[in-house]
């Protein structure tokens, strides 16, 4: 076995890995401030990548602004959605609002598709080409920018959470809500407040895997990898989105370079069921007891 | 204003129709059934089929979803099982239509057993997304077991025959899609009237309190996933013999919702919803190429925007209705019917 040959992919896996991780985190913070599994996370990615495809082209923006735009725009979106859709649908049972993701996710295709087509396209780049070499091993330079911008991201998240008055009053009311209402949060803006930053961050994902693979109205897919990885980890750790995003982005790049491209979705629901078999709510999650 | 209905039996009570007026509208209903053939053109006849096919799956779908409360994203793929069993018994083994037909659903219930095994362990949406990963891994054994499903070309399936009749017209096929479907729907529409269907009802609203009543959840839990895909399974069967071709492609995760968001549009937990969702949301993409067709002379760009617009209408449907009318159309017909009985007063 070529070890050089094997780094790389490794180091690949770790990269895709990350952004994994970054697309779970949303998944998470929506799930643990409002218990919402938002499936739409795939096409809110899709959503950041043409919004900025769109302020550069069309607009003619440059590329430091059209960033935080597009990712300013994920966030009025998550604050649009969560105020007019998710808010009457509080006390409903978690398969309607699922379902009523899976709609928003199908109207943001169709939207898409009717506005750019469905041709895919590549973004204009903004990271430059010159691969990036670690000891001896290649790595995209894309891989490599998408690999440290998530990790920075993630981190950046792990210090609000613990030290932030915002990151506190969602770990309260995610811990318990009627406490957390009468500490004095103001538990709805809680909610905003997560969509906001969960969909900033999914549209944030969505420029990284967009610079890497080129944008097209099915690139939503990457939210399925992404479930799988809360999933495994469990919906409410974001531990868990961490350490499943990894495994996956490696077990991925793996059986995709080993086995064959075609068993890379196979492997990684595999390794789901037989995680849900051994623990039924993921790795981290909170094991939720069921009294009568 | 409906009067008179006092039951005075058991019988009475447990009736599927129990008033006059229902029996009347429902033989208006079979006489439609059995005239339409004769009425509607081709292109109708063929969306009629599909119409039937569909409501069997859902009605299935729901029993599992509605009904027993296990959210399901595999209906596609328990269909799948069904075409390609259809295709198998067909094209290798010659085995006649009907047979093969049960034996689609046969097969696929044994698969959705198999696929229902971790529902006791796991819950809520974590099972939802399990039901994902087992739709995956059957789309996988679809492609690679090549020597009975054929690979990615998939399988021709020969047109069935029935009586030395050969059905490839979606007018002859009516007269078996329909009468199976119908079959299909007065089963589901019994089996909440029985032990089974009552435990399935009882695990739905809380499944601790069920086993504490005395319902072993394993195994009801397992016969609402073995019933469900036999329904799919059926409904794969009739598909193969519809449109005869039957490939790993054929049943795209998107079916799964379709089903879902059938069921939902139409009303969790009752028979009229699946059927009238399964009506409704496969004739509303058809119904929208009458608009385009209709807007072509104003807008010169319509006939491409058909399929983006399908999309979001498919996607609209779901939202609009879950956020305004929850319990779907059938609580709309509840609605009409409770107005037609309190009229003149109102409620």
């Known amino acids: 076995m070529d070890w050089l040959f094997f780094t790389e992919v490794t180091l690949a896996g770790l990269g895709s890995g990350a952004l994994l991780s970054l697309t779970a985190l949303s998944f998470v913070l929506i799930y643990k401030a409002t218990r919402v599994i938002n499936l739409a996370v795939g096409e809110i990615l899709m959503l950041g990548g043409y919004l900025f495809f769109a302020f550069v082209t069309a607009f003619g923006l440059a590329t430091w602004l059209a960033i935080p735009l597009a990712i300013a725009g994920g966030a009025l979106f998550g604050f649009v959605v969560e105020r007019t859709l998710i808010r009457p649908m509080l006390g409903e049972s978690s398969i309607?609002?699922?379902?009523?993701?899976?709609?928003?996710?199908?109207?943001?295709?169709?939207?898409?598709?009717?506005?750019?087509?469905?041709?895919?396209?590549?973004?204009?780049?903004?990271?430059?080409?010159?691969?990036?070499f670690i000891g001896e091993a290649y790595v995209s330079r894309k891989i490599a920018i998408g690999f440290v911008v998530s990790a920075l991201v993630i981190a950046l998240f792990l210090l609000l959470f613990r030290f932030w008055r915002g990151g506190v009053a969602l770990r309260a009311t995610a811990t318990d809500q009627a406490a957390a209402y009468s500490c004095g949060i103001n538990v709805p803006a809680v909610f905003s407040l997560a969509w906001m930053v969960a969909c900033a961050t999914a549209a944030g994902a969505g420029l990284l895997v967009g610079a890497i693979g080129g944008i097209s109205p099915t690139m939503g897919v990457f939210g399925l990898s992404a479930l799988v990885v809360v999933i495994i980890g469990g919906l409410d750790s974001v531990l868990g989105a961490l350490v499943g995003g990894i495994l996956i982005g490696l077990v991925e790049a793996w059986a995709g370079t080993f086995l064959g491209g075609e068993y890379k979705l196979v492997t990684t629901f595999s390794i789901l069921i037989a995680a849900l078999m051994i623990r039924p709510y993921g790795l981290f999650g909170t094991v939720e007891i069921e009294r009568l | 204003m409906r009067i008179a209905t006092a039951k005075e039996t058991y019988i009475a009570d447990e009736g599927l129709l129990v008033t006059s007026t229902q029996r009347a509208w429902m033989g208006v209903l079979l006489a439609m059934l059995v005239l339409a053939p004769f009425v509607l053109n081709q292109y109708w006849l063929y969306l009629a089929c599909l119409v039937a096919i569909n409501v069997a799956s859902a009605t299935g779908l729901n029993i599992l979803t509605g009904f027993t409360g296990l959210v399901s994203l595999g209906q596609a793929a328990f269909m799948a099982v069904g075409a390609y069993t259809v295709a198998f018994f067909e094209g290798q083994v010659g085995t006649p239509f009907l047979l093969n037909i049960l034996a689609a659903g046969l097969v696929s219930a044994l698969v959705g057993v198999l696929v229902g095994i971790p529902s006791l362990r796991v819950k809520g949406l974590y099972l939802a997304i399990a039901t994902i990963a087992a739709s995956v891994i059957l789309h996988f054994v679809f492609t690679h077991w090549v020597s009975v499903t054929g690979g990615v070309r998939g399988i021709n399936v020969a047109p069935a025959r029935l009586f030395g009749l050969e059905l490839a017209s979606p007018f002859a096929l009516y007269f078996v899609i329909v009468p199976i479907t119908c079959l299909m729907v007065l089963g589901a529409a019994n089996l909440f009237r029985t032990r089974i269907g009552r435990a399935f009802i009882a695990i739905r609203d809380r499944d601790i309190s069920a086993e504490v009543l005395g319902i072993p959840l394993l195994k009801y839990k397992l016969m609402s996933f073995a019933l469900s895909s036999f329904y799919a399974g059926v409904a794969g069967g009739m598909w193969a013999y519809f449109f005869r071709v039957v490939t790993p492609e054929s049943f795209p995760f998107a079916t799964s919702i379709f089903f879902l968001a059938a069921v939902i549009v139409g009303g969790l937990g009752t028979i009229i919803g699946s059927v009238l969702g399964a009506a409704f949301m496969t004739l509303v993409p058809e119904l929208l190429k009458y608009v385009v067709d209709w807007l072509a002379p104003i807008f010169p760009n319509a006939g491409a925007a058909l399929s983006p617009v399908?999309?979001?209408?498919?996607?609209?449907l779901i939202i609009l209705f879950l956020v305004f009318e929850p319990h779907g159309l059938a609580e709309m017909v509840r609605r009409a019917r409770r107005f037609f009985h309190l009229w003149p007063f109102r409620t």
């Open chain 2, 310 to 316: 399908r999309t979001i209408v498919f996607g609209a």
């Open chain 1, 96 to 132: 309607s609002v699922l379902m009523l993701t899976v709609g928003l996710g199908s109207v943001l295709i169709g939207a898409t598709e009717l506005i750019w087509n469905t041709d895919p396209r590549a973004l204009p780049d903004f990271m430059g080409q010159a691969p990036v």
